[in-house]
């Protein structure tokens, strides 16, 4: 069995079918993307892994365990992290009471949550802006603290969504470098990105979706060259 | 740092002092009723100001820590005291009810579900005449003649619960009530069970405002249900004494019970009976305005928006 599989997994809200019967496994160590479209369901299935919504039908399996049936704050004590399109700063606390308020998780008291907090921080390239209050940060800095307080909770596999939206494009390199170190220091990671540069830069394999339903799997390049991807982003006619 | 610790010791100090150097029963008894309110204020503030969870039926904990003092006194012959200890404990159970059935609704269930408890509690005090001698209320007692007893347990009691929410703050279980207060999904996906955390400050809030109302019980000697249970004298009294002296914030409650009950009682006297007597009902009307006020120009409360007060005094000399 792999690390982390999604078997069959869908989600329907009313009368629209988010997410319809995905299957893909994910093994300790990978950078694994995730692309699709605007509203292909990728950030639904993200809210399925950490069960935010119900799954409709469909299993998840983490370290052979289903998990389907888990409230949200037992996975991420189970060691699954995830971060928010829309970012979520705990804005009338600063940047390191984010973290220690995470980071207790793991350790009961405050020393100890103090010290891992001021690690990730550091890790992260965010210790400087640690006494800031959250909601002062500019996007690039709250994107960072999303991830530096996933990582706080001591993940083995993480969940990054759209972490690279709205970044210029230095920030974006740097993003980049920080994902790859986060994987360097063992931590599995999903990602939900919709800039290609960085998608194709870090993944070690993508899954492709559109309406909800798979249509590619492989290497970055194997999907970047793939008619039904290249039909789902550009339109029917325009595929080169 | 040792500037941070002679402030405290002052006022410390003087709190000791005071019963000894003003001997006015009056004023004794003025503060002493404070010191209960920082109790009350600071045990709503940790639950709505810093957990998020607003309140509107702390008269819930307080009548039932009441009940249970003076139940044990008339009904079952033992001392009151004891219901000091026990009204706490009565009061957290009814919150653990209230909370166990509420708090896994989000968003203003839980502030209207308290305002019906709030009522539920004070018709079974009043129908409910086997135990509770209904609108007759129950007397008892005073143990002691002299004031000075009660203003030193008021004293324990208030120290106490400031000290306990101090260090609650301070905690795993602080960090975790104000991730709640600011964001519940991110709270969640941090590993914070929200529903267990909020009935946790709900335990913690309601025990200490069930011993201050056995406290009251013990003090004033007589309660009914429409004192205790009270929506506007307890419940409403609570979040005001919250809001004025500063929401979220570990002092805040402390100096709005002192200002709270300073304002109370100039107007329930007419102005100390200066003005004419019929004013004494404006104390309503006056606490409306200082909150229209405080939430206009000092939304964080005395305490909160201290920096900011002090620089208008400043700049104005």
């Known amino acids: ?240 | 740092m040792k500037r941070n610790q002679v402030i405290p010791a002052i006022v410390t100090l003087a709190f000791i002092l005071f019963p000894l150097v003003v001997r006015s029963p009056y004023y004794q008894h003025l503060v002493i009723l404070a010191l209960m309110w920082v109790v009350i204020g600071g045990s709503w503030n940790l639950l709505a100001g810093y957990t998020g969870q607003v309140s509107f039926g702390h008269a819930v904990f307080f009548g039932t820590g009441a009940y249970t003092a003076g139940i044990f006194a008339s009904k079952l012959g033992i001392s009151a005291w004891w219901g000091m200890l026990f009204g706490g404990f009565t009061g957290a159970l009814v919150g653990l009810l209230i909370g166990w059935i509420c708090f896994r609704l989000r968003g203003p269930y839980f502030a209207l579900a308290t305002i019906a408890a709030g009522e539920i509690f004070r018709l079974i005090a009043t129908n409910w005449e086997s135990l509770t001698d209904g609108m007759v209320g129950i007397l008892i007692i005073q143990t002691f003649r002299s004031k000075l007893p009660y203003y030193y347990l008021a004293l324990a009691l208030a120290a106490a619960s400031l000290l306990v929410f101090e260090v609650v703050m301070k905690s795993k279980l602080g960090f975790y009530f104000v991730s709640i207060r600011e964001d519940q999904d991110a709270a969640e996906s941090l590993g914070i069970n929200a529903t267990l955390y909020k009935n946790i400050s709900l335990l913690i809030s309601s025990f200490f405002t069930g011993m201050a109302g056995a406290f009251y019980m013990n003090y004033m000697a007589f309660i009914d249900p429409e004192v205790v249970f009270s929506l506007h004298y307890i419940s409403i009294m609570a979040i005001l004494v919250g809001i004025i002296g500063g929401v979220a914030t570990i002092w805040g409650p402390a100096v709005g019970a002192f200002i709270m009950i300073g304002v109370q009682e100039t107007f329930r006297s007419a102005l100390f009976g200066l003005a004419p007597k019929w004013t004494s009902e404006s104390h309503v009307l006056v606490f409306g305005l200082l909150v229209i006020f405080v939430i206009l120009f000092m939304a964080n409360g005395v305490v909160g928006d201290w920096p900011k007060i002090k620089r208008l005094f400043v700049r104005s000399r």
């Open chain 1, 1 to 240: 069995m792999s690390f982390f599989e999604a078997k069959e997994i869908s989600k329907r809200f009313g009368g629209l079918m988010a997410v319809g019967g995905v299957s893909f496994q994910v093994e300790r160590g990978e950078i694994f993307g995730l692309i699709g479209p605007n509203g292909s369901g990728k950030t639904t299935i993200f809210n399925l892994i950490n069960q935010y919504f119900p799954l409709t039908g469909g299993d998840i399996f983490f370290k052979d365990k289903s998990i389907k049936d888990l409230k949200t704050y037992k996975i991420c004590h189970l060691g699954i992290g995830r971060t928010f399109q829309v970012v979520k700063p705990l804005k009338r606390m600063t940047v390191l009471e984010n973290v220690v308020a995470s980071a207790f998780c793991r350790v009961n008291t405050f020393k100890e949550a103090q010290k891992l907090a001021l690690e990730m921080l550091d890790f992260c390239n965010l210790l400087s802006d640690k006494d800031k209050s959250a909601a002062s940060l500019p996007i690039a800095g709250r994107k960072r603290l999303e991830i530096t307080r996933a990582l706080a909770t001591k993940p083995e596999l993480l969940l990054l969504d759209e972490t690279a939206a709205g970044l210029n494009p230095g920030e974006l390199d740097e993003a980049i470098e920080l994902i790859q170190r986060i994987r360097d220091r063992g931590v599995t990671i999903i990602i939900v990105e919709h800039i290609m540069k960085v998608i194709m830069t870090i993944s070690d394999r993508i899954h492709a979706i559109n309406y909800g339903q798979t249509i590619a799997e492989g290497t970055p390049e194997e999907v970047a060259n793939d008619k039904e991807v290249i039909k789902a982003y550009l339109g029917e006619e325009s595929y080169a």
